[in-house]
């Protein structure tokens, strides 16, 4: 097992994310950081991207408001500065054991208050243009999140050599198309909750789930009248590959320049931490 070197992540939460797939981290980040991501989302919604999708109006008739967007970073400077400049990059590469990682992408997820929308039960490398096994999502929430509205993970289905057939976020009943006839059809893990170990947690503004890009998870809805809102910084580390599918990716990279096995490091998908820079970081923060 990869030995720590931040102050920010013990042992045990290496453990944890190595063997069950997913870690809980409580007050990473300070205050400081909540407000400058409340103010990125806030940008966010008023300004989508082009990937953006309003998961609960596309569906028709569900309630409430389900949102979501990706990709859009370099677009908005308050996601840029959150992934180049707070501790999520160094938390990331600490929990996967590599020497530097990558922003593959952002992420964010708003359900408002009485939104019973669900997140259906997925694996998230299906979804992407990657490959590998480091592949880490540093997931904050800036909203008090209640146990039963939490995201839960099955443990340890990272380590399951299983891939699935993406499901659609629109409607629960139907798999995204993909050729590949390797894809298994994903379980309904709400009938197989008595068979499996699923993890999940109360959370509080701040609070942290990091979590592998192969574990198997999914989410309820908003059952309270507070708007949820959520952050993710996707980091891939070592031995990433950019890789070629043929079925409904999403987020996509057309103008990446890459090609299929091609290393991420791009303009798309800096570098944005190596061991090196976080040693000369915590060197000078020890002098102040």
Same mark, same amino acid.
């Given at each position: 097992?990869?030995?720590?070197?931040?102050?920010?992540?013990?042992?045990?939460?290496? !453990?944890?994310?190595?063997?069950? =797939?997913? $870690?809980?981290?409580?007050? #990473?980040?300070?205050? %400081?950081?909540?407000? $400058?991501?409340?103010?990125?989302?806030? #940008?966010?919604?008023?300004?989508?991207?082009?990937?953006?999708?309003? &998961?609960? %109006?596309? %569906?028709?008739?569900?309630?409430?408001?389900?949102?979501?967007?990706?990709?859009?970073?370099?677009?908005?400077?308050? &996601?840029?500065?959150?992934?180049?400049?707070?501790?999520?990059?160094?938390?990331?590469?600490?929990? +996967?054991?590599?020497?530097?990682?990558?922003?593959?992408?952002?992420?964010?997820?708003?359900?408002?208050?009485?939104?019973?929308? %669900?997140?259906?039960?997925?694996?998230?490398?299906?979804?992407?243009?990657?490959?590998?096994?480091?592949?880490?999502?540093?997931?904050?929430?800036?909203?008090? +999140?209640? !146990?039963? *509205?939490? $995201?839960?993970?099955?443990?340890?289905?990272?380590?399951?050599?299983?891939? &699935?057939?993406?499901?659609?976020?629109?409607?629960?009943?139907? *798999?995204?198309?993909?050729?590949?006839?390797?894809?298994?059809?994903?379980?309904?893990?709400?009938?197989? !909750? *008595?068979? &499996?170990?699923?993890? =999940?947690?109360?959370?509080?503004?701040?609070?942290?789930?990091?979590?592998? =890009?192969?574990?198997?998870?999914?989410?309820?809805?908003?059952? @309270?009248?507070?708007?949820? !809102?959520?952050?993710?910084?996707?980091?891939?580390?070592?031995?990433?590959?950019?890789?070629?599918?043929?079925?409904?990716?999403?987020?996509?990279?057309?103008?990446?320049?890459?090609?299929?096995?091609?290393?991420?490091?791009?303009?798309?998908?800096?570098?944005?931490?190596?061991?090196?820079?976080?040693?000369? #970081?915590?060197? @000078?923060?020890?002098?102040?």
């Amino acid at each position: 097992m990869h030995k720590p070197r931040s102050s920010l992540i013990s042992e045990g939460d290496v !453990r944890a994310y190595q063997e069950d =797939g997913v $870690v809980c981290l409580r007050g #990473r980040f300070k205050p %400081r950081w909540l407000e $400058v991501l409340s103010k990125g989302i806030e #940008r966010n919604l008023a300004n989508p991207g082009w990937q953006a999708r309003v &998961y609960t %109006r596309d %569906r028709g008739d569900a309630q409430g408001f389900f949102f979501g967007d990706a990709g859009v970073w370099q677009d908005i400077r308050e &996601y840029e500065d959150f992934i180049s400049n707070s501790p999520a990059a160094e938390i990331a590469a600490t929990l +996967m054991g590599s020497s530097k990682v990558n922003i593959f992408f952002d992420g964010v997820f708003v359900k408002n208050g009485g939104t019973p929308s %669900r997140t259906p039960w997925h694996q998230d490398v299906p979804y992407w243009p990657i490959e590998g096994d480091q592949m880490c999502s540093v997931w904050i929430t800036l909203d008090y +999140m209640p !146990r039963e *509205d939490s $995201v839960e993970y099955v443990k340890g289905s990272h380590r399951w050599n299983k891939t &699935y057939r993406p499901k659609s976020f629109f409607k629960a009943d139907r *798999d995204y198309a993909f050729d590949n006839p390797d894809l298994e059809p994903m379980p309904d893990f709400e009938l197989l !909750r *008595d068979q &499996y170990e699923l993890l =999940g947690w109360e959370m509080q503004p701040g609070d942290v789930q990091c979590f592998h =890009g192969h574990i198997i998870h999914g989410a309820a809805g908003n059952s @309270t009248k507070v708007n949820r !809102r959520a952050f993710q910084a996707r980091f891939s580390g070592d031995g990433m590959i950019y890789a070629e599918k043929q079925g409904e990716l999403h987020p996509t990279f057309p103008h990446c320049g890459l090609k299929h096995g091609d290393s991420l490091d791009s303009d798309t998908f800096p570098v944005v931490w190596t061991r090196q820079q976080g040693l000369l #970081r915590r060197a @000078t923060e020890w002098k102040r």
